[in-house]
């Protein structure tokens, strides 16, 4: 003779709610599910779709790590930059994950639901401008595909005329005492960073000193999010070509042309560029 199993009543969840649970108020789940809607019968647009917008709540989370390092770099509070710029490492690995059901699409499997795209681009992502933002890769000309869209434009606008993430870093620096010029602490940030040969002498000497020092373990923590960035401009030239060659990418961009040109780059260069001379 058998019997029904008891529940244990110190650990049966609670079942029994008004309304929704508190799950979908929090996680908002339902309404994340319901914000697909496929323009094509391909079932291929569906993982499109989710995929791509699961990189976008990626780029929202990574801006807001590393906001929250450079304010914190502001305030010279070292340990809660490091901590942002940590686990934004381990977001953008995510991040970089998400190519993977993109990255083996053939041309044909791609053709059957492109033309659901019409003009859409990547490029055109206003969190993505904000994240290349934030890495000093600036324009004033970015702000053009914003215009129809007020507070947008306004968001980015702002983004763009505050200093980056590298911006931060470099005025830590100089007031931690290292040579930073004043031409690069009070350049105009609306700009793209470029290199210059008194920071790469800074960083120098950074790495030629105590490996343990608060300086060094900052380089290495830049370090790691610039390979992750490169990874994922890699990867994304890498599922383009595979799954259009050299075609004209959507919304008219010059497709993987313009991809092979950014995946040469590196962000925060000088720490790059000093590792040939420690």
């Known amino acids: 003779m058998t ?22 108020d929090y996680v908002r789940a339902d309404v ?14 569906m993982v499109f779709l989710v995929t791509t917008q699961v990189m976008e709540l990626w780029f929202t989370v990574i801006v807001h790590e590393w906001e929250t390092a450079a304010r914190a770099l502001r305030g010279d509070d070292l340990p809660v930059a490091m901590a942002a710029l940590k686990r934004s490492t381990y977001e953008l690995e995510s991040l970089n994950a998400s190519w993977k059901p993109l990255a083996h699409l053939t041309p044909a499997q791609f053709n059957s639901f492109r033309s659901a795209l019409g003009d859409a681009s990547g490029f055109q992502s206003a969190t993505y401008r904000r994240l290349e933002f ?5 324009s004033p000309a970015l702000l053009v595909p914003y215009r129809g869209t007020p507070r947008i434009h306004a968001e980015l606008e702002k983004a763009l005329h ?10 830590y620096l100089a007031r931690r005492g290292h040579a930073i010029p004043a031409a690069v602490r009070d350049r105009d940030v609306s700009q793209r960073y470029i290199g210059d040969p008194a920071v790469e002498d800074v960083w120098q000497r950074v790495y030629a000193g105590d490996q343990n020092s608060e300086e060094c373990r900052l380089g290495e923590a830049l370090t790691e999010v610039a390979e992750l960035v490169w990874r994922w401009r890699n990867d994304h030239l890498v599922a383009t070509r595979r799954a ?15 991809l092979e040109k950014r995946a040469t780059k590196h962000v925060f260069p000088e720490l790059w560029t000093a590792r040939s001379r420690v």
């Open 244 to 258: 259009m060659g050299a075609k004209v990418g959507t919304g008219g961009s010059a497709g993987v042309a313009w």
């Open 32 to 45: 994340l599910s319901h914000l697909q809607e496929p323009l094509s019968d391909d079932p291929g647009e």
């Open 162 to 171: 505050a200093p980056s993430l590298y911006d931060e870093v470099l005025r």
């Open 134 to 138: 934030l890495l000093g890769e600036k």
């Open 3 to 24: 019997s029904e199993p008891r529940l244990d009543q110190t650990t049966t969840p609670h079942l029994d709610f008004t309304g929704t649970t508190p799950y979908e």
